[in-house]
C-alpha cells in the first residue's frame, strides 16, 4: 500500500506534493487501480464552467476494481457483515466472492428488464446488504443509481423519481426500525401514481402485505432465481456518471449532485485508508444510512474498494436499549467506528451504564462526520468510548466534496477537540472574507472555499448545469465555496463553524429552510412563513418555524400539529419543526425581504442585541414576535 500516510513528515511530505505537482500527484494513486485503458490526461478544468474532467479518456469499472481486483486474493474475507434491527436476528456476512455473485446475478436481473447504461435508478431500501447489492449492480452494467433515504416521504420520492426521470425503483415492502415497522412499498406506490416508471424490484423483508401491480412490480428473490452468477462489466469513461445524489440548498427544490466515475473511485479509498488507517483484517463501521452520502463513500465504495471489512448495521442506537452500538462493537470486535455527533450527544445523555457493559478494547479509531462536534461531545467520545486511547477523525466534508476533506488521519496528524484540523493532501482550502478576498495566514476567520479541483468533486447539478453554477462557483470567483463558515487557529488547524447559508443541520440531516417554508406553506391556512435553525443540544440544531395564518375556526394547538403533519407528509419526519409559532407578521425590510438575523436572534433566545431594526416595515412586529416566542 503505497499510497499509505505512515507518518506526519510523510503526510506534510504528501501535501505538498499534491499542491506543487497535483497531477503528478494524483495520477500516480491512480496508476494503483484497474483500468482498462489508462488515462489520456489527468486534469482538465476551469471553475467557471464549471467544467472537471479528471482521468480524461480514462476507462474503467468500478466494480472491478473491488470484485476483480479481489476474487483471487482475498475472495474469502468478509466484504460485509450485516446486523439486523433485532438483536435476535442472525446478522449476515458476504464474502467478497459472494458478494461478487449477488451482485452478478442482480445486475443480470436488471439486464433482463431492460435497464442498461446510463439508465436512472432509484433506490429506496433499508439497510440491507442487499442496498448495497443494489447499488454495485447498478454500477456493473453502467446504470446510474440515486439512492433516496427510505424515511423520506413519498412525495420527497417522487420530486426525486421525476427529476432524474427513474427507469425503475428497487425498494423493500417494508423496513425494521427499532420497535417500529414501517410501510415502504406503500410509500413507492404512492410516489408513483404520477411518473411513468416502468419497472420495480421489490426486496422481501418483512413480509407484510403489499400491492404488487401486474407488469411493473417484481419480487427481488423471483427476479434474481435464474440469473447467472457471472455478469460482465460495462465499459465505463472515467467521467461517466457514476450516481446521482439530491441534497438540500438554499433554494427550495433539492438539487441532484452529479459523481462520476474515475475521480470518486481514486478519492473515495484514498481517503479511506488514509483517513481510517485500515489495516487488512479490521472490521470498520459506518454507522450512517446508505441514503447519504457518508454511507456511498464510507460504507460502500470507499471500504470495498480498499478490501475492507465493513459492517452494515439495519437499527438504531437505542434499540433494544442505548448499549446496542456497543453490543455490535464488541460482538464484531469494530476497530474503527464512524458515527455523527447526534448520536453522541444521545447517548451520552444515557450516562455510561450500559457503556461499561461492554468490551470496547477493539476500538482503534473513532469517527465524527456531519456536523461540528462539541467540545463536551468530543472529550465524553474520546474518554468514554475510546477510552483515551483512541484518535478521533472529525471529518469535515459535504455530498459534493464526494469524499472527506479535512481531518486528522488516525493516529499520524495530531487531533484537536472541536477541529477537523488540517486538509488531505489534494485538497486546497481557502478561507475569503465576505468581498472574496484570501485571509492568509493564521487566527483568521471567514467562508471556506476550495481552490483547485480535487478527483470526487461534484461534476454538475443533475439536468441543471447553471444551478450548479450559480450555488458553488459563483458566489467568490475561481473557488467552489462551501456555504461553511470556518476559523484557522493559531496552530493553522480548522475549525468549521456551521453554514453561513440557508440551510440548516439538524441530526446530520441537512436542510434548506426554504424547502421546510414550501412544505409548511402547503397548509391551506397558512399565509407565509419563515424557518431558521437553533441550537439544540441533541440535534445540533432544531428547527423553528413563524408562522402566519389564517386562524379562523381553528385554535392554534391543532394548526400548529395539522402543520407539522403537513411536514412530515412533504418531506419526511425529519423535517418536522420542534417549534411552530404563530405571529401576527415577520420582520421585513422595505423592500420585502425577511431579516432572519431577527428570527434567529428570537429562536436563539439572545434578545439583548437585535441590532439595527428601524430598517424594517414594521419594527414593532418583533416585539410581538418576542411576547409571543415558543
Ligand atoms: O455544514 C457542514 C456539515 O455538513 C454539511 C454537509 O452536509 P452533507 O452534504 O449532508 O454531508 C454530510 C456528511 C459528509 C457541511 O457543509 N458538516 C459535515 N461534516 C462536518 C460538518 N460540520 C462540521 N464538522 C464536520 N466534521
Not at 472515467?238 to 457514476?242: K, N, R, Y
Given at each position: 500500500m503505497s499510497d499509505r500516510i505512515h507518518t506526519l513528515s510523510g503526510y506534510l511530505h504528501e501535501y505538498q506534493k499534491s499542491v506543487a505537482q497535483p497531477e503528478e500527484f494524483w495520477a500516480r494513486i491512480a496508476d494503483s487501480f484497474h483500468w482498462r485503458k489508462r488515462w489520456d490526461k489527468v486534469l482538465k478544468w476551469n471553475f467557471d464552467g464549471p467544467d472537471v474532467k479528471w482521468f480524461l479518456n480514462g476507462k474503467l469499472n468500478i466494480t472491478e476494481n473491488i470484485f476483480e481486483r479481489y476474487l483471487f486474493t482475498i475472495g474469502d474475507r468478509p466484504a460485509i457483515i450485516w446486523e439486523a434491527n433485532d438483536p435476535n436476528e442472525a446478522g449476515r456476512t458476504l464474502t467478497y466472492r459472494e458478494l461478487y455473485h449477488e451482485v452478478c446475478r442482480f445486475a443480470n436481473a436488471l439486464k433482463s428488464k431492460g435497464i442498461g447504461k446510463g439508465d436512472k435508478v432509484i433506490i429506496y431500501m433499508p439497510m440491507v446488504p442487499e442496498a448495497a447489492i443494489a447499488m454495485l449492480a447498478c454500477a456493473r452494467i453502467g446504470a446510474v443509481h440515486s439512492v433516496v433515504f427510505?424515511?423520506?416521504?413519498s412525495n420527497a420520492l417522487a420530486d426525486r423519481v421525476n427529476d432524474c426521470e427513474a427507469k425503475a425503483i428497487l425498494t423493500s415492502d417494508g423496513n425494521f426500525r427499532g420497535a417500529k415497522k414501517i410501510d415502504v412499498k406503500s410509500v413507492v406506490d404512492q410516489a408513483l401514481e404520477k411518473s411513468s416508471v416502468e419497472t420495480v424490484i421489490v426486496y422481501q423483508r418483512t413480509n407484510q402485505e403489499v400491492t404488487m401491480v401486474e407488469g411493473r412490480d417484481y419480487w427481488w428473490h423471483d427476479v434474481v432465481a435464474n440469473e447467472s452468477s457471472e455478469s460482465p462489466a460495462e465499459e465505463m469513461d472515467?467521467?461517466?456518471?457514476?450516481f446521482i445524489l439530491y441534497t438540500s440548498g438554499s433554494t427550495g427544490k433539492p438539487k441532484g449532485v452529479v459523481h462520476t466515475t474515475g475521480g470518486y473511485m481514486v478519492y473515495s479509498k484514498y481517503s479511506f485508508e488514509n483517513v481510517f488507517q485500515y489495516s487488512p483484517g479490521d472490521v470498520y463501521w459506518c454507522t450512517a444510512d446508505i441514503g447519504w452520502i457518508t454511507g456511498h463513500s464510507y460504507i460502500v465504495y470507499g471500504p470495498l474498494l480498499a478490501g475492507a471489512t465493513t459492517l452494515m448495521f439495519e437499527?438504531?442506537?437505542?434499540?433494544?436499549?442505548?448499549g446496542r452500538f456497543w453490543a455490535v462493537v464488541e460482538k464484531y470486535k469494530v476497530n474503527q467506528f464512524y458515527t455523527a455527533p447526534t448520536a453522541i450527544r444521545a447517548l451520552q445523555a444515557y450516562g455510561t451504564t450500559e457503556i461499561e457493559k461492554y468490551d470496547l478494547s477493539s476500538l482503534k479509531v473513532l469517527g465524527s462526520v456531519g456536523e461540528p462536534i462539541n467540545e463536551e461531545a468530543w472529550h465524553w467520545y474520546h474518554t468514554h468510548i475510546g477510552k483515551n486511547k483512541c484518535p478521533i477523525v472529525d471529518t469535515w466534508w459535504q455530498t459534493e466534496t464526494g469524499g472527506i476533506m479535512v481531518s486528522p488521519i488516525a493516529g499520524i496528524t495530531p487531533t484537536k477537540p472541536a477541529y477537523a484540523t488540517l486538509p488531505l493532501p489534494g485538497v486546497q482550502l481557502c478561507i475569503v472574507d465576505p468581498e472574496g478576498n484570501e485571509l492568509t495566514g493564521n487566527s483568521v476567520e471567514g467562508n471556506l472555499c476550495i481552490k483547485f479541483p480535487w478527483p470526487s468533486m461534484i461534476r454538475t447539478t443533475y439536468g441543471d448545469h447553471d444551478r450548479c453554477k450559480q450555488t458553488y462557483f459563483s458566489t467568490y470567483k475561481g473557488m467552489y465555496f462551501t456555504g461553511d463558515g470556518v476559523k484557522r487557529d493559531h496552530d493553522g488547524y480548522y475549525r468549521i463553524l456551521g453554514r453561513v447559508d440557508d440551510v440548516i443541520n439538524v441530526s446530520g440531516h441537512r436542510m434548506g429552510t426554504a424547502e421546510v417554508e414550501n412544505a409548511i406553506n402547503?397548509?391551506?391556512?397558512?399565509?407565509e412563513s419563515a424557518v431558521v435553525g437553533y441550537p439544540h443540544d441533541v440535534k445540533g440544531q432544531g428547527i423553528y418555524a413563524y408562522v402566519i395564518c389564517d386562524l379562523t375556526n381553528r385554535t392554534e394547538d391543532n394548526l400548529i400539529n395539522e402543520i407539522k403533519e403537513m411536514v412530515s407528509k412533504i418531506i419526511?419526519?425529519?423535517?418536522?419543526?420542534?417549534k411552530i409559532q404563530i405571529v401576527p407578521g415577520l420582520p421585513k425590510t422595505r423592500s420585502g425581504k425577511i431579516m432572519r438575523r431577527i428570527l434567529r436572534k428570537v429562536a436563539e433566545n439572545s434578545l439583548d442585541n437585535m441590532g439595527d431594526t428601524s430598517t424594517l416595515l414594521d419594527p414593532d412586529v418583533v416585539n410581538k414576535i418576542i411576547e409571543g416566542r415558543q
Open positions: 427510505a424515511g423520506f416521504s472515467s467521467e461517466d456518471m457514476l437499527g438504531v442506537p437505542t434499540f433494544p436499549d442505548c402547503e397548509h391551506p391556512k397558512v399565509i419526511g419526519p425529519i423535517a418536522k419543526p420542534d
